[in-house]
């Protein structure tokens, strides 16, 4: 790269990394370049991003942004995943871990919070933010059936009440 490439690269990672809400630093010697694919289409899928870059230039993206404070991370061939969604790069890059031993994920960070590895893997536990919204969405409709049952059951058993007479004056 020269060095208006690099200038180049450098600002649009940190503003890339500047709208993120998570981000994930793993080591990733050793894994073969359809292990990597498998990996970025993964994280993709998830609505993330990977990139692989000279650690010098990530800790120069990282000036000036909420995340400077995990420069310490880049030691050796790593690379970010990185998401808005605070689930979806942890739980894909965690997943895609658990099946391959070669990456190793070393931390990252939720803001301005710093991640340990157990931290990502915790985070990727969690539900997405789409299936928190779900069960948000069910909660709030569940009490409105409930109400509309109540409500309409009164009218039911006087329509029960009605039918059952009308039998009843039928059969005498």
């Known amino acids: 790269m020269e060095r208006a490439e690099k200038h180049e ?8 990394l500047a709208d993120t809400g998570v981000v994930v630093v793993a080591h990733y010697a050793g ?4 292990q990597m694919t498998a990996l970025r ?8 991003s990977v990139k692989v870059a000279k650690n010098r230039l990530v800790k120069l993206a990282l000036q000036g942004t909420e995340l400077e404070h995990i420069n310490d991370l880049f030691t050796g061939p790593t690379l970010i995943a990185y998401s808005e969604d605070p689930v979806a790069a942890p739980k894909a890059v965690a997943d895609f871990a658990k099946a391959n031993e070669k990456l190793v994920i070393l931390g990252g960070a939720l803001g301005s919070t710093n991640l340990n590895p157990d931290g990502v893997k915790s985070l990727a536990t969690m539900p997405s933010l789409d299936e ?14 409930r109400i509309a049952q109540v409500v309409n059951a009164p009218a039911g058993q006087v329509a029960r009440v009605f039918g059952a007479y009308a039998k009843k004056d039928e059969a005498a």
């Not at 894994?31 to 359809?34: Q, R, W, Y």
């Not at 928190?132 to 059936?145: C, D, E, F, H």
């Open 9 to 16: 690269f450098v600002t649009a990672l940190n503003s890339e």
């Open 132 to 145: 928190l919204r779900a069960k948000l969405v069910g909660m709030i409709q569940t009490p409105a059936s």
């Open 31 to 34: 894994l073969s370049v359809s």
């Open 41 to 48: 289409t993964s994280v993709r899928d998830a609505g993330g």
